[in-house]
């Protein structure tokens, strides 16, 4: 069939507008991740590193085993070698040259959702603040895509921040919440510990099982731990969920002595009758235990995810770090979601030990600024379990890694790197982000990412969700 010339400009001008749009398109939101080296699966070298802090003392100098002009190169998904002047034939090079390495953080408590609810009931405690932002979306239609718009907002802060590893404390206030909650984990490439919050509810039970199946299981990324809340009455989901997490051969993470008054809840006889004091147990916050207490958590190896900066916005107290850190207790540093408003682990680790120098009225409080170091990355893989995978770079774990610049306003001048690393950085130092040896951050930008509808879509969540919350 012959077309007309007129026809024939028409379908011509229409595909160079067409071409116009894909291009725009591609623009805005969908780099090209995959493919230029930086997608994962290649090779990539971190060349000349200025500082390298390891976290393992066999690799360099001190307790963090620093290592001073040194590269770092990546193979596939794992750490290939640290050192100097290595043999990286093929590999993609990113310039170290006045640049700080050092390990992703292990976020070891949030709740990523929560993001939909930033700034909700700022004059309340814990308690005030869950009855007006969290407790009345249980029952309450929240949806799949609630849980999405939060989560995804929420982890494309904490890629921003070089957070590698987040751990996920989920409300899961129905199946589609939990889905849709999973499903922005797994789009974030980041590495997660999903800690479903679970019941004695069978139907509940079985959506664990299910979700373990379907987004768990299949994603080299994903971890499961069982949710739950101890204390006399709520001990029926509490055994449940003890009872689910042996069954699945996962560790139970429960918050534990948050408030003043949670003592008076019955939380540490409800975990002892449910004999839920094991190695592997995750327990958030512990701010106000005796000293009884600790030596107990202490002796079955419990884990603590200490939450400095929700602990301070909650007016729940400051929790005893140094009586941890002295019992060789395993702690990490958490973000808490919405009751702390923000995704940055510098800031938190600021709060770490700045909260124990006022406590004490002394310099040398505990944690010290390498052992805050330490535990925002080793001390949080130990407390999920994961540190012969990650947690420091060493060769052979995965390739989980951020890339400092310190030549900015906020840092410069080089007096104290090290120093300056916990009470200088600010998210927009973070240049590079590694997870499983693929960028995710490049060049101080979130790769992929569409960041004004991630906005829009959190906006309208955020909007559905305040129509369920009291005024
Ligand atoms: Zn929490």
Redesign the pocket.
Known sequence: MRRSPAFTMFALTLAVLLGAVVIAGLGRGAEPVAGDGFGGGGRVVVRDASLVLTMDPKLGTGALGQLADADVLLDGNRIKAVGKDLDAGGAKVVDGRGKIVLPGFVDV?N?LWQSLIRGCAADDNVDGWLGRCVLPLYGAPVTGQDAYAGARLSTVDLVGTGVTTVTD?SHAFNTGFADGNLRALADSKMRFVFSYGASADPAVQEAVRTAKKRFIDPNPLANLEIGSHPSSGNFSNLDASEKLARELGVPLNV?LLESKNDAATGQMDALRKADALQPGLVA?HVVHPTDAELDELAAHDVRVAH?PL?NMRLASGIAPVPDMLKRHMKVGLGL??G?NDTSDMYNVMRAAVGLQRAKYVDPAAQPTVAEVLRMATLGGAEVLGLDREIGSLTPGKKADLQIVDPQQINFAPNVAWLNQLVFNTQPSNVQWVFVDGRALKRDGRVVGVDTAQVIRDAQAAADHLKQLLPE
Do not use: K, L, V
């Open positions: 408590h709740h404390w918050h958030n939450n929700s808490d979601g009751t």
